[in-house]
């Protein structure tokens, strides 16, 4: 690492664009991330010797990848270089220049279990592994609940999904509702929630609460009806937008690097361009929402 560089410089070279979120994710906090989407474009990102490491995809349009660790060889690179495959390890592969690979794996099982115990529905997927590095071939799971109007249904009380969307509609119970890597989406539900996703959008309308909002990489437009103690909402890159009811006593506080805008008639106000705060009505429980990279808009409903 050059001796004036603050952090690790990290260029991922790789054409499957669905790809690079799931990169960014992992290597979020870990240094300063670029991507090149050929390999003519790596090479051009790697010829200034100014980075540390690269995830490369073995199979990449413009020029063949099993080149671009040879020319980096060549050009004198120091950086540390792991391929990424579908292959298992030829002794081809075993032969390029490279400091490690990983396997990227093409096809996996999936199960899904449904439990009723005593009213109380839970659903949940998963994949045959541990794996962590998922691609377009994947198995996805959609994971959709909704109740006919007129019925009550049992009562909700987790739904889950490694990979694939996870859908609440009019349903009822305190339930958490988590992905890996998908939106998760409620509405008409009665009771209080928890959304979680790694990568995707969070979606909530008319509940009677909610516990917890939070995604890694993605969007979220949430209302706030009640909830039960101090609530975070947020997301460490998009844009968040919350509605949250006039007749609720909280302390709030809303922070981006990008910008806050907020309508609430809140007192005690201190605001900036990054960052409000201020009672609603008497105060009470603490509601935090936040993005890192995007903007942050709080309204009335």
Same mark, same amino acid.
């Given at each position: 690492?050059?001796?004036?560089?603050?952090?690790?410089?990290?260029?991922?070279?790789?054409?499957?664009?669905?790809?690079?979120?799931?990169?960014?994710?992992?290597?979020?906090?870990?240094?300063?991330?670029?991507?090149?989407?050929?390999?003519?474009?790596?090479?051009?990102?790697?010829?200034?010797?100014?980075?540390?490491?690269?995830?490369?995809?073995?199979?990449?349009?413009?020029?063949?990848?099993?080149?671009?660790?040879?020319?980096?060889?060549?050009?004198?690179?120091?950086?540390?270089?792991?391929?990424v495959t579908t292959a298992l390890l030829s002794p081809e592969i075993a032969a390029l220049p490279v400091d490690g690979y990983i396997e990227k794996?093409?096809?996996?099982?999936?199960?899904?279990?449904?439990?009723?115990?005593?009213?109380?529905?839970?659903?949940?997927?998963?994949?045959?592994?541990?794996?962590?590095?998922?691609?377009?071939?994947?198995?996805?799971?959609?994971?959709?609940?909704?109740?006919?109007?007129?019925?009550?249904?049992?009562?909700?009380?987790?739904?889950? /999904?490694? +990979? *694939?969307?996870?859908?609440?509609? =009019?349903?009822? !119970?305190?339930?958490?509702?988590? @992905?890996? #890597? &998908?939106?998760?989406?409620?509405?008409?539900?009665?009771?209080?929630?928890?959304?979680? /996703?790694? +990568? *995707?959008?969070?979606?909530?309308? =008319?509940?009677? !609460?909610?516990?917890?909002?939070? @995604?890694? #990489? &993605?969007?979220?437009?949430?209302?706030?009806?009640?909830?039960?103690?101090?609530?975070?909402?947020?997301?460490?890159?998009?844009?968040?937008?919350?509605?949250?009811?006039?007749?609720?006593?909280?302390?709030?506080?809303?922070?981006?690097?990008?910008?806050?805008?907020?309508?609430?008639?809140?007192?005690?106000?201190?605001?900036?361009?990054?960052?409000?705060?201020?009672?609603?009505?008497?105060?009470?429980?603490?509601?935090?929402?936040?993005?890192?990279?995007?903007?942050?808009?709080?309204?009335?409903?």
């Amino acid at each position: 690492m050059p001796a004036a560089a603050e952090q690790t410089r990290v260029r991922i070279a790789e054409d499957e664009q669905s790809l690079v979120d799931p990169y960014g994710v992992w290597l979020a906090g870990k240094g300063d991330v670029q991507v090149a989407y050929a390999g003519g474009a790596a090479l051009e990102g790697m010829a200034d010797h100014e980075k540390d490491g690269m995830p490369l995809n073995r199979r990449m349009s413009s020029l063949s990848v099993d080149e671009v660790p040879n020319r980096l060889d060549e050009n004198g690179c120091d950086a540390q270089v792991v391929m990424v495959t579908t292959a298992l390890l030829s002794p081809e592969i075993a032969a390029l220049p490279v400091d490690g690979y990983i396997e990227k794996p093409v096809e996996r099982a999936v199960t899904v279990r449904i439990g009723v115990e005593s009213g109380v529905l839970t659903v949940g997927t998963s994949l045959d592994d541990d794996v962590t590095w998922f691609t377009r071939s994947s198995p996805g799971t959609d994971v959709s609940i909704t109740v006919p109007q007129g019925t009550a249904g049992p009562i909700v009380s987790s739904v889950a /999904s490694r +990979l *694939g969307n996870v859908s609440l509609f =009019d349903t009822r !119970g305190d339930t958490i509702a988590r @992905t890996n #890597l &998908g939106d998760v989406t409620a509405a008409r539900v009665d009771g209080y929630l928890t959304l979680e /996703s790694e +990568l *995707g959008t969070i979606l909530a309308d =008319d509940v009677t !609460g909610l516990d917890r909002v939070q @995604t890694e #990489l &993605g969007q979220i437009k949430v209302d706030l009806a009640g909830l039960r103690t101090d609530i975070e909402i947020g997301t460490q890159m998009g844009d968040v937008v919350v509605g949250i009811d006039e007749t609720l006593d909280l302390d709030v506080v809303a922070e981006s690097n990008a910008g806050v805008d907020s309508d609430l008639p809140l007192t005690g106000i201190q605001s900036g361009r990054r960052r409000v705060s201020g009672r609603l009505n008497a105060g009470g429980s603490r509601v935090h929402v936040f993005s890192d990279v995007g903007d942050v808009s709080l309204r009335m409903m």
